[in-house]
């Protein structure tokens, strides 16, 4: 098992693989244009911590698995979190002009080349993914499985639907627990439930295992917006690298704006003890999960 | 063999299944919310020829595949294509308010719903194909193989890829006969050409099937757009569904632009032959794909 730098270091590295640069004008029948390279990188290599690939692939780690045939899975997981980060700082989303202290993607080429990076990343990420599960034709059932617990996580089920909900009840100035839960869990935890789940099924994990990991990463997704929605308030906004503050003076539907600062803190001590308690089936073998939400529960960034 | 009328009608009839009404205000953890399905079927269920997942289903057959199978495929070929005309209607992209005789995504929904029904459309076809292909356990290295083509039509050196430069070339008012090859190439012929081959992975087709296959695709697409092109100046407005004389009010890099009219016609008999040739391999079983392409020289919407 390596640490979450090192997995972290591995996905970075891939990147440039899975899609180069091209020089200035290149555009060949068969190929990609040099504008839609530049835009996909701008946003793809902006830094981030890869959290979500680099769960998937200690994971695959944990349970025995080819962590070397997760790799392209894993950066497809990063290329659809990209993506999403770009649509929804678009100006008919939340509209958005700083992102990991830069300006956004929209901000750099326009609106409609900012929707097409988007676009672009998503549908490259299934590209990637369906090409990495061809490679290894004996193993074709368990990267269908695969790919399509990727599918479902940021689909619209998941993330997607969870988008749609907190676009609505921002506009719509509504939302109850209910909705915060359905959203906080879509948006966000989905994200790194079905990544796990993933990497479960490229691992012909059993029921049991896929339960324990649906767990861990819920609990994990859930701890992770609520103090995501802390940081709004309490955090530093050059540490955390966008625009803080913004959720409580939009009317944000959040942690805090329903549970409060000490009831969100609550939370986040509730969910870490449901993750521990679920990883507790893989005893040592889960350290570094073990190790990942400790640390989450104090982050500043 | 069907009609293209009676392919329609099967991949018409699947979609309430594939994409389910939801009554107002639904939105339960792990289903989709209500204003999603709105949104996503709002779009889908429009109309539209259904030209794409047909002629997908019509492949199958000729080929002797199992056009059951081949069904949910075929659907989420129509959902890739309804999500790229939704982005390219939004403000950033076209600007479009109307299509198929109704008020295009973004007016209905809002521009940030918009955004999020493409990407549902685009994530759940993905979805869509992945659950076909894992309920043919014995199949899944055609599936892998048959999505993997369908990514590669809609993606990064497909579709995208063309709304990327067309866009670019629009708005920098550049452009010559080699940039509107790429661009009608990616941007429509692909979307026949990788279904088409999708269709023959399904069916375990040879190299020479799948190369016939690829230049009829290319030819049709490349026909259907020309046509397209030429409906944009003489064709009737109501009967298209659409705005027309958009392309040279705005100086787009068309067919006309660069061939004229004339030329346009003569470009569009060039890949006639050539789709009717590669038909050629097929004998009888191509009357479907001989009879559609006849029909789309003189279409007049």
Known sequence: MKTLKEYAAIVENRFDALLPELSEGTCEIGGMPWLLASSMRYSLLAGGKRLRPSM??????????????????????????????????????????????????????????????????????FETMLKCGIRYPERALSYLKAINEIACGSGVTGMVA???????????????????????????????????????HLCNADEKTLEALTTYGEAF???????????DVIGDSKAVGKTLGKDAESGKLTCISEYGIEGTRELVKREHARAREAMSLFGDKAAFFNDLVDSMVERTY
């Open 56 to 125: 998937l692939l200690a994971c695959v780690d944990m349970l025995g698995g080819d962590v070397e045939a997760a790799l392209d899975i894993a950066c497809s997981v990063e290329m659809i979190h990209t993506y999403s980060l770009i649509h929804d700082d678009l100006p008919g989303m939340d509209n958005d002009s700083m992102r990991r202290g830069r300006p956004t993607n929209h901000v750099v080429f326009g609106e409609g080349q900012a929707i097409l990076a988007g676009d672009g990343l998503l549908n490259n990420a």
């Open 162 to 200: 969870g988008q749609v909900m907190d676009l609505y009840c921002e506009r719509e100035k509504t939302g109850d627990e209910a909705a915060l839960k359905y959203i906080q869990r879509d948006k966000t935890a989905c994200m790194f439930i079905y990544p796990l789940r993933a990497a479960g």
């Open 221 to 231: 997704g859930l701890l992770f917006q609520a103090t995501d929605d802390l940081l």
